[in-house]
């Protein structure tokens, strides 16, 4: 079936690539145009140019926006660095956006104005200072908890990082217990997740190791079961928990029938 022919038309126009196009003061429209002379002019050109529909010859100025530095807090793992980058002045910044500096690719997480408040987007002009992560790299938010404390900080991690709930993990030489994750559906307490998934993580102290001790005979037996104090299949108390003097009875005595 042939298609109506204002839609082949519309695909015509969508084909069109204009050279050199710029607006035209004739046809008041961004039409193609040949170069006929180029000059510099300080760090732009000035172009004769001679529009392809209506032939009207006029010249264009061509200057590069003024630069602007823009300090700028680089993140990568536990470190960070300020450098200062050259932006156009009418360029606009925008949150998540990636760039390049040196060999690492960077992402903006932060915006802070002239006037103090944070944006989301702005003109380079108006900024007054950025961050920007490693575009491989994630914040975790954590909860720590020890007692009845609570304290929050933020893990820069990779971001094929997992972590497990109910593991152990290591925070400046101090061992802390993953308690619960928080992801966007919800809090788990077990299972693994990715730390790009992660909404806030909360860790308790572990207990000392003290806690989890035998400290009667019945636990020790446990213990031993459980493989805790190694094996053995026919567990003797110890003789620092024997009183002096008595000697410990294993044989079960049967109470006599009344």
Request: proline share 7%; hydrophobic share 30%; aromatic share 6%.
């Amino acid at each position: 079936m042939d298609e109506p022919e204002e839609v082949e038309d519309f695909f015509e126009e969508e084909e069109i690539f204009l050279e050199n196009a710029v607006h035209c003061p004739v046809c008041d429209d961004m039409t193609g145009h040949e170069i006929l002379n180029e000059k510099s002019k300080g760090t732009g050109a000035d172009y004769l140019v001679k529009c392809i529909d209506c032939n009207k010859v006029h010249t264009v100025h061509i200057r590069p926006p003024p630069v602007v530095e823009i300090p700028f807090v680089l993140t990568e793992g536990p470190s960070s660095s300020i450098t200062k980058l050259e932006i156009d002045a009418d360029e606009m910044i925008e949150l998540e956006d990636v760039f390049k500096d040196g060999e690492k690719h960077w992402k903006i997480n932060q915006i802070e104005l002239k006037n103090g408040r944070q944006a989301k987007r702005a003109e380079a002009t108006l900024i007054a200072r950025a961050s920007a992560l490693r575009s491989d790299m994630v914040r975790v938010k954590i909860t720590m908890t020890r007692g009845e404390e609570s304290e929050s900080d933020v893990l820069i991690v990779s971001e094929d990082k997992t972590y497990t709930a109910g593991f152990l993990i290591d925070l400046d030489g101090m061992e802390w217990r993953i308690r619960a994750i928080h992801t966007g559906r919800g809090r788990t307490l077990r299972g693994t997740v990715d730390a790009p998934d992660i909404k806030r993580m909360y860790l308790h102290e572990p207990p000392n190791p003290e806690h989890f001790e035998p400290r009667t005979p019945r636990e020790r037996r446990q213990a031993w079961k459980e493989g805790r104090l190694g094996f053995n299949p026919n567990p003797v108390l110890p003789n620092e928990i024997i009183k002096k003097g008595v000697k410990p009875d294993h044989k079960k005595h049967k109470r006599p029938r009344r």
